[in-house]
Protein backbone atom coordinates (compact mmCIF):
# COMPACT_ATOMS: atom_id res chain seq x y z
CA UNK A 1 0.00 0.00 0.00
CA UNK A 2 1.21 3.40 -1.05
CA UNK A 3 1.44 6.23 1.03
CA UNK A 4 -1.36 8.23 -0.84
CA UNK A 5 -3.73 4.86 0.02
CA UNK A 6 -3.00 4.93 3.70
CA UNK A 7 -3.61 8.70 3.68
CA UNK A 8 -6.56 8.49 2.21
CA UNK A 9 -8.14 5.65 4.09
CA UNK A 10 -7.13 7.77 7.57
CA UNK A 11 -8.70 10.52 6.55
CA UNK A 12 -11.60 8.42 6.11
CA UNK A 13 -11.15 6.86 9.08
CA UNK A 14 -11.51 10.66 10.91
CA UNK A 15 -14.15 11.91 8.62
CA UNK A 16 -16.36 8.81 9.91
CA UNK A 17 -15.48 9.27 13.64
CA UNK A 18 -17.00 12.99 12.97
CA UNK A 19 -19.36 11.50 12.00
CA UNK A 20 -20.66 9.68 14.67
CA UNK A 21 -20.32 12.26 17.31
CA UNK A 22 -23.14 13.65 19.31
CA UNK A 23 -23.16 17.06 18.45
CA UNK A 24 -25.01 16.91 15.15
CA UNK A 25 -28.03 18.70 14.23
CA UNK A 26 -29.08 16.83 11.31
CA UNK A 27 -29.42 13.63 12.56
CA UNK A 28 -32.75 13.32 12.26
CA UNK A 29 -32.63 13.37 8.66
CA UNK A 30 -30.03 10.63 8.90
CA UNK A 31 -32.22 8.70 10.79
CA UNK A 32 -34.78 8.87 7.89
CA UNK A 33 -32.51 8.14 4.97
CA UNK A 34 -30.51 5.48 7.19
CA UNK A 35 -32.82 2.56 6.40
CA UNK A 36 -32.02 3.48 2.63
CA UNK A 37 -28.60 3.43 3.12
CA UNK A 38 -29.07 -0.11 5.14
CA UNK A 39 -30.84 -1.33 2.26
CA UNK A 40 -28.11 -0.02 -0.36
CA UNK A 41 -25.00 -1.69 1.46
CA UNK A 42 -26.72 -5.20 1.97
CA UNK A 43 -27.42 -5.35 -1.98
CA UNK A 44 -23.81 -4.17 -2.12
CA UNK A 45 -22.31 -6.79 -0.07
CA UNK A 46 -24.65 -9.44 -1.42
CA UNK A 47 -23.13 -8.54 -5.23
CA UNK A 48 -19.93 -8.25 -3.33
CA UNK A 49 -19.58 -11.83 -2.40
CA UNK A 50 -20.62 -13.19 -5.55
CA UNK A 51 -18.74 -11.39 -7.65
CA UNK A 52 -15.48 -12.39 -5.34
CA UNK A 53 -16.23 -15.90 -5.75
CA UNK A 54 -16.71 -15.49 -9.80
CA UNK A 55 -13.38 -13.78 -9.55
CA UNK A 56 -12.20 -16.58 -7.49
CA UNK A 57 -13.33 -19.35 -9.86
CA UNK A 58 -11.57 -17.15 -12.58
CA UNK A 59 -8.45 -16.74 -10.53
CA UNK A 60 -8.37 -20.63 -9.76
CA UNK A 61 -9.26 -21.87 -13.85
CA UNK A 62 -7.13 -19.15 -15.38
CA UNK A 63 -4.06 -20.54 -17.32
CA UNK A 64 -2.20 -17.75 -18.28
CA UNK A 65 -0.50 -15.38 -15.65
CA UNK A 66 -2.64 -12.12 -17.23
CA UNK A 67 -5.82 -13.96 -16.26
CA UNK A 68 -5.07 -14.56 -12.89
CA UNK A 69 -3.63 -10.67 -12.41
CA UNK A 70 -6.86 -9.99 -13.56
CA UNK A 71 -8.84 -11.68 -11.53
CA UNK A 72 -6.50 -10.66 -8.48
CA UNK A 73 -6.82 -6.96 -9.69
CA UNK A 74 -10.54 -7.85 -9.68
CA UNK A 75 -10.67 -8.43 -5.88
CA UNK A 76 -8.75 -6.20 -4.99
CA UNK A 77 -11.64 -3.47 -6.43
CA UNK A 78 -13.65 -5.56 -4.93
CA UNK A 79 -12.59 -5.13 -1.76
CA UNK A 80 -12.31 -1.19 -2.54
CA UNK A 81 -15.76 -1.11 -3.30
CA UNK A 82 -17.04 -3.21 0.01
CA UNK A 83 -14.57 -0.67 2.10
CA UNK A 84 -16.77 2.34 0.20
CA UNK A 85 -19.95 0.99 0.92
CA UNK A 86 -19.42 0.38 4.69
CA UNK A 87 -17.88 4.10 4.97
CA UNK A 88 -20.43 5.92 2.75
CA UNK A 89 -23.21 6.14 5.12
CA UNK A 90 -20.64 7.70 7.79
CA UNK A 91 -19.46 10.01 5.21
CA UNK A 92 -23.56 11.23 4.05
CA UNK A 93 -24.12 12.22 8.03
CA UNK A 94 -20.69 14.42 7.76
CA UNK A 95 -21.74 15.98 5.10
CA UNK A 96 -25.21 16.87 6.58
CA UNK A 97 -23.57 17.76 9.88
CA UNK A 98 -20.72 19.43 8.14
Given at each position: ???????????L????????????????????????I????????????????Y??????????????????????Y?????????????????????
Open positions: MDGKTLLLLLIAQLATHALSEDCMDVEMFRKLEPTEDIQTIGYALAVLMIGQGLKWSASESDETREDAKRGIIIIIGIFVLKVGGEFILYILCG
